[in-house]
């Protein structure tokens, strides 16, 4: 029999979120419902509210979760009840061209769950990157779950589902940081100081950190940079260069995604140096001018990262193993605890640079 629950949802653009009654089908073929147990508030759910990835409203909120298996649908092997999960919006197909070449992580078929959780009305919802985790019991797809440790903290291991993974795989996976390099990081948010840690955790041997903020830089510098620049204060190309013998870096993050900050990476790294795109640009933005000849003679890689590159089932209970050994501080991205009642303040802090993570607890 379905279940009502209670969830957040964004109704209209541009509107304050609403809680209300959700009703979850039980799980059809391939699916699974999960009672949720944690969820980070993530600038992707802003960016739903405000119509900024489609308009499909009503949204059904949140992404960034992890909690426990409740009941699972036919054919369903992977999961079983009872199963501690982070829940990923790439759950791989294993059949399309990228899965075919060996590359799932670049899957471009991923599964979503079949059946649609609905307002009381019977209103369909679109669940926040086919996940909709703002809500006491979520239905997905079996390959959205990724089992890991059950001792792992739920608040802190529930942000690899998208923000810290995308960091992370961002230096790791994308820019395949080694040590003794040099790296820099545009954008010291969430995704960010992420690439931060990412980066100090593959060994790099210098590591700036790049905000306006000086309470991000701050944050960078306790999880692993070695320098800091304030980009209102300095030149960051400038500031790169000096701290890297006037090369630039090997590595450059753009954890913001907005034209002035690639064009800094751009001009940030040194020769055969590597620049990666994280931060999600908006569909008006356009690569600057540069001349051609610049990107030719600078050689090395302009490279995007989805979702950290990563390969759910590989890369979650990897760092949470590492998590659990104390080797990854996922515990220092959880800036506070909150209730579904309070994801808008959360937004708002957000917009204020005020939290690295704020996580729904339920």
Not at 322 to 333: M, S
């Amino acid at each position: 029999m379905p279940t009502t629950v209670v969830g957040v949802i964004a109704r209209a653009k541009g509107e304050p979120v609403e809680t209300v009654d959700v009703v979850v089908p039980d799980p059809g073929p391939g699916e699974v419902t999960v009672t949720v147990q944690a969820c980070g508030v993530c600038h992707t759910d802003l960016h739903y509210r405000e119509g900024g990835i489609n308009d499909d409203f009503p949204f059904l909120l949140g992404h960034e979760a992890a909690g426990v298996v409740e009941s699972v649908g036919d054919g369903v092997t992977t999961v079983e009840p009872g199963d501690f999960v982070v829940l990923n919006w790439r759950a791989v197909c294993g059949d399309c061209r990228a899965c075919r070449r060996g590359e799932p992580w670049y899957c471009f078929s991923t599964h979503n769950a079949a059946q649609p959780m609905t307002l009381a009305d019977g209103t369909p919802l679109s669940p926040a990157l086919g996940i909709g985790a703002f809500v006491e019991t979520t239905l997905v797809h079996a390959g959205q779950c990724t089992k890991v440790d059950p001792q792992a903290r739920p608040a802190a291991v529930g942000l690899l589902g998208c923000g810290v993974m995308a960091g992370l795989g961002a230096a790791i996976n994308t820019a395949g940081v080694r040590r003794g390099q040099s790296v820099a990081v545009i954008g010291c948010g969430g995704v960010g100081t992420a690439a931060v840690v990412g980066s100090a955790l593959a060994g790099a041997g210098t590591i700036v950190a790049v905000d306006v903020d000086d309470r991000k830089l701050d944050s960078a510098r306790g999880l692993g940079a070695t320098h800091t620049v304030n980009s209102r204060e300095q030149d960051p190309v400038e500031a790169i260069q000096a701290v890297t013998g006037g090369y630039g870096a090997d590595v450059v993050i753009d954890a913001v995604g907005r034209p002035e900050t690639w064009r800094q990476a751009f001009y940030a790294r040194d020769l055969a140096g590597t620049v990666v795109l994280v931060g999600v640009p908006t569909p008006d933005m356009r690569i600057p001018d540069l001349p051609l000849i610049d990107v030719f003679g600078r050689g090395g890689a302009l490279k995007s990262s989805w979702y950290g590159d990563c390969l759910p089932s590989r890369d979650f209970p990897m760092l949470v193993d590492l998590y659990r050994q104390g080797r990854l501080d996922l515990d220092a991205f959880v800036s506070e605890e909150i209730g579904l009642g309070d994801v808008e303040a959360a937004f708002e802090k957000m917009h204020r640079g005020d939290v690295l993570r704020s996580v729904v607890i339920l």
